[in-house]
């Protein structure tokens, strides 16, 4: 990814792409008290998702945030790859069972890890997207449902230009190792010998 950091002067822009639903709703509220307490007035979240803005604000998703509304598959990966911070939230508190939110593995994951740009993941400790998060060292993890931690995230992200590169190469080794084509075929097929004795 050749495109700079931040990607436009004067803004620091924190993108999610997709639903925005509950299990998702505390982790957003968090960054957004997060985005605050910087007190950084460039920093903005950019949401990328079909939920109303109504609909959002009810649910608490309020504050400096820039909606964008439903962009088409085929835009997606360019707004990925022109985020200066791409956001990973998983609830710590939801109506789902906790199994659900542990197991979770986002359809973006793969994209995420792909588009070479930091990735700040921010989900409960014991969830299979921050455990591989930080065994990989692709992308900076808070599991605490913390806003104040999440906001020395951000701000270690901004002034740290060594540690978002190191991010960005170890996401996109784990995009090639565990996202491309060829990898979710074999995978796939070997479930299904696995399932039918072959």
């Known amino acids: 990814n050749d495109i700079p950091w931040p990607a436009q002067d004067g803004e620091i822009r924190i993108v999610y792409t997709g639903a925005v639903y509950q299990v998702h709703f505390d982790a957003f509220r968090n960054l957004i008290v997060a985005i605050e307490r910087l007190g950084r007035p460039q920093v903005k979240?950019?949401?990328?998702?079909a939920q109303a803005e109504t609909e959002l604000k009810r649910a608490g998703v309020r504050g400096?945030?820039?909606?964008?509304?439903?962009?088409?598959p085929s835009a997606i990966a360019q707004v990925q790859q022109r985020a200066d911070i791409l956001f990973l939230p998983l609830a710590f508190e939801s109506p789902y069972p906790p199994q659900i939110v542990r197991t979770s593995a986002p359809g973006k994951l793969g994209e995420y890890l792909a588009s070479g740009r930091p990735i700040l993941v921010h989900a409960p400790a014991?969830?299979?997207?921050?455990?591989?998060?930080?065994?990989?060292?692709c992308g900076v993890v808070v599991d605490q449902n913390e806003s104040s931690v999440l906001a020395k995230?951000?701000?270690?992200?901004?002034?740290?230009?060594?540690?978002?590169?190191?991010?960005?190469q170890n996401a996109r080794a784990r995009a090639f190792a565990d996202f491309r084509i060829e990898?979710?075929?074999s995978r796939f097929l070997n479930v299904f010998r696995s399932t039918d004795g072959g």
């Open 126 to 137: 014991d969830s299979f997207v921050s455990s591989y998060f930080k065994e990989h060292e």
């Open 45 to 49: 979240l950019h949401l990328y998702t």
């Open 183 to 185: 990898v979710a075929q």
């Open 153 to 168: 995230a951000i701000a270690q992200i901004i002034n740290d230009p060594d540690l978002r590169k190191s991010c960005a």
């Open 64 to 72: 400096r945030i820039v909606h964008h509304g439903h962009i088409e």
